[in-house]
């Protein structure tokens, strides 16, 4: 799908203040008594963040005693304590909190995030007893959606609403990387481990990043790999032929395939703990192995192969659907396709090879069903793709903290299935893996060169509760907010309350004035900002509503529909397939319903319509007051982009509520019964 182009600005020297959750309240929180007694390479980057920290605040009250497992073993620390930190992973680390004193211990990244978790008061209050943290999610990966070059339709950051990319400029890797240090720190500090630089639609200028742009990877590395971020890169699955000068891509070739591990030793030459491939392969026009009769088990084990003897992993986006639909055809589902490309190839895929699932059978969509892509393939390394970029959630201009959201899809619980012997488990639990077979959680970037990182100011929420629902996916919503909310703008009270008020269901509210019900889309087509009910109505992205003037909803039910229901286990087939049981929230993404179906909440479809988007606009009308209040409390440039923003808001929502209540009573002809106004 296409966009307008984003506009690009130059990264402005960023007062270290305004460092995000990084900045002077993080510093007032930091002990002044600071003990490190630790070795290996991020003791450097430990020491440099301190006196960064020290020249933003003096510092609290207390002591703070960082130690590698070896010293704290010569210093007589409980073999318990440092048995079960070892049992724990390499990203681990143990917490004594005691009063004002706090003793941690860790080894390189763990050591690191330890220290970010005190200083972001991330580790909740102190017992006096050893506590070890661990990530439940090995893998926590931001995927960049950034071209060196402004593409002509997608610009620079493809859906990026934060300005240019912090990387690249004019086609080549930014001279001035100091933003990309700050950003590296912001992002340990929430527990991202891997970034993917360069967007997975590859332009043929972006596919030269693994050859002859190596270079520019590798000081990107260097940046990350001070924070302990290892580094990927997206590539193009016809690299052999545009690259290589080959006369195939063919993963079952023997050429291709030399090609490939000559590329991938290239690359570690330069980057010896690059992390590996992101790769969207046969997807929206980007190449893959169908092209030669191959699936996409061929495709991933070929890319696999010759990362293996270096321990790099390959990404392989399950995004893959028939773009060029027939609107006429109702038997095609766009929402089945990962699922019957993928299932039937769980098993298949190489060690190293992590099959990366979006969230929703759709496209990050406001609200959708689970894929069911993540309770069928229990021999697959997994990891669900969350768009913290916010491209169907109102694009940095509405707020729309995605917390909630998330979680409920990491919560989801996919039954035990017929045959494979599996309790009940959480999306969650499925795709962190076990053994040696881990996945995780890999989210696409919302930050740009925007002087406030993220466009809005408020979306660093979401940036910030990424990184912390991957580390802990049963953290509420409610507690990253104030996490986040105290360390960017500290404790007063009016400030954490007006940003509680503003943000907590923020996404809900997004929810009750745009697309209804779970039916998704009705976005303009293109860019995807402000309504219109019928904007891809006919298009071939398969993305229908199926609205008349006697119903909505696409069936989705096996017994009259695209049979998608009955691609999950139980109890969720049955209690999707029934009008009955399926949740109001997602009614009209199984079923095609007449606008008089009443809902569980005891209103008709019709009038939840009617009603929803109205009580929304004027939710939406009381932000703006309420952030009033905080003139003169946070920084004034901050305060001036956030009014303007929430105008905008304003306006959208407003035109959201009219098009959509007038769109559906002139579909219907049923009135409004309270009588409120329809054009
Ligand atoms: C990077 C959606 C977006 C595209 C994006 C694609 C994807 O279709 O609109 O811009 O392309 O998802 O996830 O690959």
Redesign the pocket.
Known sequence: ?T?APTTRTAPPSTPLTDLAWLGSHAAARLPRDVRLAAGGPLVASIEAEISRLRTLAEGAAGALTLRDQATAREEGVAPAVLEELSESGVEAYALRADGDAASIIGDGRGLLHGFYAVVLGLAGPGSGDWRVHAPAQAIRMLDH?DNMTVHPV?GQV??GYAGGSLFFEDGELREDLTRVEHYARLLAAVGINRVAVN???VHAHEATLLTTRVDQVARLAEIFRAQGISVLLSVSFASPVLLGGLETSDPLDAEVQRWWRAAADAVYDRIPDFGGFVI?AD??GQPGPFAYGRDHADGANLLARALAPHGGEVFW?A?VYNHHQDWRDRSTDRARAAHDHFAPLDGRFDDNVIVQV?HGPL??QTREAVSPVIGAMPRTRLAV?LQVTQ?YTGQQKHLCYLAPWWRENLAFPFGPREGRGQDSRTVAQLVAGSGQRLGGVVA?SNVGADEFWTGHPLAQANLFALGRLAWDPELSSERILRERSEATFGTDPLVSEVLHEMLAESWQLYESYTAPLGVGFMVRPGH?YGPDVDGYEYTPWGTYHFADRDGIGVDRTVATGTGFAGLYPEPWASRYESVATCPDELLLFFHHVPYTHRLHSGKTVIQHIYDSRADGYEQVLSLRPRWEELAGKVPPALHARVTTLLQEQERSAEEWRDQLRTYFFRASGIPDETGRPIY
């Open positions: 799908m966009s959606w997608m493809e859906r967007n997975v639609n969207k997807s929206e986006r995004f979006k496209d990050f793709e491209e696409v995807h």
